[in-house]
Structures are given as C-alpha cells and as structure tokens.
C-alpha cells in the first residue's frame, strides 16, 4: 500500500478521513479510497464508471455496486508496473470531478420485501425515517433485508435496524 500511497501522493489529491478510512478528494469532490487486504490492496474510485478504461483493470467492488470501480494490486511490482496507468486513471477521475461529471444512475427498481412494505404502511414515524435517508442508504437497506431468505429473518432485521433509520442512518453509519 505504500507504494500506492506514494503515487497518490504525488498528485493534486487530498487526503481527508471520512467513514474511518482516507478518503482521495479534489475539486471539492471524493474521488477515491485504498483499502488494504491480506491478499491485495485496492484503489476505488467512486465516480469509476466514468472512466474510460483502456487497459480493461477496472472491476466492480461487489454486485450490487452501480459507480465504483476499483484496481487491485496483489504485489508491490504490479503497482509499480502498472504506475503510468494509475495515474492515468486518477488524473482522469479528477478531471471527471472538476467538469462536474455525475454519474447517471438508473431510478432503483428493488423490490421491497413485504415485511418491509408492512412496516412502513404500519408504522408513519418509521416511514418518515426510511423516505427521507439518501437513495443509497436506502437501497442498502432493502438489499440487507431482501438478502434473507427467510420472513423471519426479515423480520429481525428490519426490527434491528429501525433504530439507525430512525435516526437517519444508513448501514454503515455509526
């Protein structure tokens, strides 16, 4: 990761600490995140559907994710052999910030499982709660209740998390 943290450090980025973790910010926007694995390390970018992508090394971080993109590295000479291209990729990502480019998401079309749906008609003080979080934060709250497979367990996870959406938080909120 060091070697990584040399590169990034080497460019108009700042490094801010946001969500735990150092977060790559310009032009008043995020532009990307390392994080550190037993067996790798990754630089996402937020905005990483934007990039062009020539060399084909972008990957999706999970398969829900709908703008990141992230580049993993598994050594220390990948990263140095790939040097020229990350800076490619994160002088684009900046630019990308700077001309104000968005990324144009589709209007979500989850499902909502019915325990969730008999929630909100239920309950106004906790449909107030879940309306008004941040698209994202509700999509990864219907994502964490649909993933049981039972209603049960549905159930107890939306009963567990009322209180953070009560309070306006999304699943990775502390």
């Not at 990761?1 to 490094?15: F, S």
């Not at 084909?56 to 992230?70: H, I, K, Q, T, W």
Request: contains cysteine; proline residues 5%.
């Amino acid at each position: 990761m060091l070697a990584l943290y040399a590169i990034l450090a080497d460019t108009e980025l700042a490094v801010e600490w946001k969500w735990n973790q150092p977060v790559y910010t310009a032009h008043g926007g995020n532009i990307g995140t390392m994080w550190g694995f037993k067996e790798a390390c990754t630089l996402g970018f937020f905005k990483g559907v934007l990039l062009k992508d020539p060399e084909g090394l972008l990957e999706a971080p999970g398969e829900n994710s709908r703008s990141s993109r992230v580049l993993k590295f598994r050594s220390v000479a990948e990263i140095e052999a790939k040097e020229a291209v990350i800076r490619a990729y994160v002088a684009e990502a900046i630019a990308n910030e700077k001309a104000g480019l968005k990324v144009d998401l589709p209007k979500d079309d989850l499902d909502y499982p019915a325990e969730l749906l008999d929630r909100l008609d239920g309950d106004p003080d906790f449909r107030a709660a879940f309306e008004a979080l941040t698209p994202g934060r509700r999509r990864g709250w219907v994502l964490h209740f649909s993933g049981a497979k039972q209603s049960a367990t549905r159930s107890s996870r939306i009963d567990k998390a009322a209180p953070k959406i009560l309070a306006g938080k999304g699943m990775q909120d502390r």
